[in-house]
Structures are given as structure tokens and as C-alpha cells.
């Protein structure tokens, strides 16, 4: 009687896992610097979307060579405007969006992820369009960006298993633990009180997903600031992956479904006879390219059969269709997405935006709420004292950095009543 092959072990627990985020997430990040460098005035964004899937593809094709295991896109390159919310990328056969082109001072957010086994890295950033290399920020631009950047850093906070970085007594750390995780509700108000004191808004259901392998969409979820008949189940757990975003709005954070067509799509679980030959063939071509990944209709062999086929597929629900949604107010959204482990160290950012410069952010804004300070003081993951060059050159906390940056600012201000 033949043995049993015993099953994998896909969790953080199997180290092979975390080199496969790992690998992944380094991809991830050197297609995300290409792509940033493309971001030009006069730039197409399906020209810059095109670029960036074809790194990803050629980068993905270099790991992990030999190896009977699927590698490639888990999220395609997107761009989206700056007061679109969800990622955008236009397809070539659409003669009224193939065009559109980036703008100066538009507020661009970059999305893409590259997957090794199935296990996605997944990252967004926010930038400022400028012809400038010394681009000067307006107040509103820096309130905005600096919103979501704290934001963002008080939610990986937030959503750190309680008591898991105490210290003292093992009597102390039990008590530590024991304290319940933040409800959801908690967690929205807590962002409201950041984004709030610089003047802005939280998007409305921008979702926090438990990732697994080849799947980005997993049990938990945790919806910030959530619309009518939308709430998040479960909390952030060790030994999980999640896909943590962050969206701000200089407006009411309120978002509309925009006209343009939706053009990216992932394949569901359910199953369905479809009629039509075309659909078929599209769904078949899906499943061989990007299993249960997002994907673009402009990453299909052709994209005129493509469009006429999904329509059967999204009918049937063989394929989830992701709308193309804005800001109802027409105002300019940042959004960041971060892929981070849980691990019994703490939070790992495994695929995150590049690090802020605050020192070019200009505001008279700051926040100012004692309890927010304080949760921002704390570090996300304990120091394992392995790297010297860390103990040379330690990260400042953010709240001390947000004070120093404030106190910078009534230095420049002070110099030039001197000066006058």
C-alpha cells in the first residue's frame, strides 16, 4: 500500500513561507521604485500600468527557477487619479480612457503585488505629480499625505494582538494579553481622531483582508469607517498575513461609482455552465494565468473577445467584476497598502510604501489627542538586537518625530521673523 504524502504546511510556521512572501515582496517593492520613476506629467497611465506588469512577470521569472510552482502577478499595476479610490487601469481598445494621461499636482496612488507559490505581496503608495524635483507641497497636499501616513502607522498599531510586545512579569504580560483586541468601531474612531485633526476624512468601507495562499480575500476583514450594511468580522491574529490598507479624503470621504469601465476582475468559487464559447474560453485562459488573483481584461490574449466574454462570466458569477469608485466630492484620496505578517515578534511590514519624508510636509495641522500620542509612540515588533547597523542608527519614534518636525517648523518660522 503506497504511503500518504503528508500535507504541506503553508503556514508562517513553515519558514519556506515567509521566504516566499519574502521573495515576493522584494519584487514587489523594485517594480513599485520602476514604476514610481515613470510617474510623470504627460505620462498615459496604461502606458505606465503595461510597463509594470511586464516587470513584474520578467522579475518574477528570475526566483525560484526549477521550482513546479506557480510565480507571477498578484495584483496588477494600477494608477489610479487623484480622486479615484479603487485601483484603475485602462485598457487600449477604450478610446476614451487609453489616453488619459497624468497631470501636474495630481495625487496618484500606485497599486501592484507579484505572488511566488501563491502567496501575495501586495503594495500601494501615494505620490505628488511634479515637474519639479524640489516639489513644494501645498498645506492641503501635506495634511493629506501626513494623515494617512499616521493613520496608517496608529492602524498597524491597532491591529497588533493585544499584550503581544509586554514586558515584566510573566503575572504582567498574562494581564497585558488578556485585555480584549479593539473593536472595529474603536478602531474607525481612533482614525477619525488622526485624520480629522489634519482637516481630512476616512474613506468610507476601506477594507483590511486576511490574506491565505491564493487568496487575498480571507475570513477576516476589518472595514474602517464602514457604509450602510457593511461591518468587518474577526481580529488580527499571530501566525496571520494581511493585506492592511489605509484611505483618506480631503473631502467627506464619501465615494460614488464613477462610469468607466470596470476593467479588473477576479475569479470566485462558484461554478457555473457557461453558454457561450467565448466566456468559456476567457474563463479558461483566467484560470491558467491568474488563478484566484485580480487581473486586468488588458492582460488576456485579446482584449476585444475579453470584454464580450467577461459579461457572462460576471453574470454568472463565475467572475467578480471590481467597480471603478471616486470620491463623491471630486476631492484628491491617498491611499496606502501594506502586507504584513503577525509573527510572536510583532507586525512585519513585508511589502509596504517607502518611508514618508515629513520633512517637506508643511502644516500648521498636528495632532494633538493624548491617547493617539501615546499609542503612536509604541514600536510594532520587538528589537531583536540581531543587526548592528540598526543599534547605529535607530528609527525615531513616530511621535517623537512628529514633535521634532513641529519644532523645526517654529524654527524656520522664528528665522524668518529674524531675517525681516
Known amino acids: 500500500m503506497a504511503e500518504e504524502t503528508p500535507a504541506v504546511d503553508y503556514s508562517l510556521s513553515n519558514p519556506d513561507t515567509l521566504t516566499k512572501y519574502n521573495s515576493a515582496a522584494t519584487i514587489s517593492h523594485k517594480v513599485l521604485e520602476a514604476v514610481t520613476k515613470l ?10 500600468c503595461q510597463k509594470g506588469d511586464k516587470l513584474l512577470a520578467e522579475e518574477t521569472a528570475k526566483v525560484f527557477k526549477g521550482k513546479k510552482i506557480s510565480k ?12 479615484y479610490i479603487t485601483p484603475y487601469t485602462p485598457l487600449s481598445t477604450d478610446p476614451e480612457e487609453c489616453d488619459t494621461i497624468l497631470n501636474e499636482s495630481d495625487v496618484i496612488k500606485i497599486q501592484l503585488g507579484a505572488q511566488i507559490d501563491g502567496f501575495g505581496a501586495i503594495v500601494c503608495n501615494t505620490i505628488v505629480i511634479s515637474s519639479s524635483k524640489d516639489k513644494k507641497f501645498s498645506e492641503r497636499e501635506a495634511d493629506l499625505l501626513l494623515a494617512t501616513h499616521y ?35 474603536q478602531i474607525t474612531s481612533l482614525l477619525e481622531k488622526v485624520v480629522k485633526s489634519y482637516g481630512c476624512n476616512l474613506v468610507e468601507s476601506t477594507t483590511c483582508w486576511l490574506f491565505e495562499r491564493n487568496e487575498i480575500e480571507g475570513k477576516k476583514k476589518i472595514v474602517l469607517a464602514p457604509g450602510e450594511g457593511v461591518k468587518g468580522e474577526g481580529s488580527p491574529a499571530v501566525g496571520e498575513v494581511w493585506g492592511v490598507e489605509m484611505g483618506v479624503s480631503l473631502g467627506t470621504g464619501k465615494v460614488k461609482t464613477l462610469d468607466n469601465r470596470p476593467t479588473l476582475h477576479r475569479r470566485t468559487t462558484t461554478t457555473y455552465g457557461l453558454k457561450r464559447p467565448s466566456s468559456r474560453q476567457i474563463l479558461s485562459e483566467v484560470v491558467r494565468k491568474f488563478g484566484s488573483f485580480p487581473f486586468s481584461l488588458r492582460q488576456l490574449d485579446d482584449e476585444r473577445a475579453a470584454k464580450m466574454g467577461v459579461v457572462e462570466c460576471v453574470r454568472a458569477n463565475v467572475l467578480r467584476q471590481y467597480e471603478v469608485v471616486g470620491d463623491k466630492d471630486g476631492a484628491p484620496v491617498a491611499r496606502l497598502f501594506t502586507t504584513i505578517a503577525i509573527t510572536k515578534n510583532g507586525i512585519m511590514r513585508l511589502a509596504a510604501p517607502p518611508a514618508l519624508d515629513l520633512s517637506v510636509l508643511k502644516t500648521e495641522k498636528k495632532i494633538t489627542d493624548e491617547e493617539i500620542l501615546k499609542i503612536l509612540e ?17 528609527k525615531k519614534p513616530v511621535k517623537k518625530a512628529a514633535v521634532e518636525k513641529e519644532e523645526e517648523e517654529d524654527e524656520d518660522e522664528e528665522s524668518s521673523e529674524e531675517e525681516e
Open 151 to 185: 493613520a496608517n502607522e496608529l492602524l498597524l498599531r491597532l491591529m497588533l494582538p493585544r499584550g503581544l510586545l509586554a514586558s515584566g512579569t510573566e503575572e504582567e504580560q498574562a494581564k497585558a494579553a488578556a485585555v480584549k483586541p479593539y473593536s472595529q468601531h
Open 72 to 83: 507571477g502577478i498578484s495584483h496588477p499595476t494600477t494608477i489610479s487619479p487623484s480622486s
Open 39 to 48: 510617474c510623470v506629467e504627460g505620462s498615459t497611465i496604461l502606458d505606465i
Open 378 to 394: 509604541q514600536p510594532i515588533s520587538k528589537s531583536t538586537g540581531s543587526k548592528n547597523k540598526n543599534k547605529k542608527k535607530k
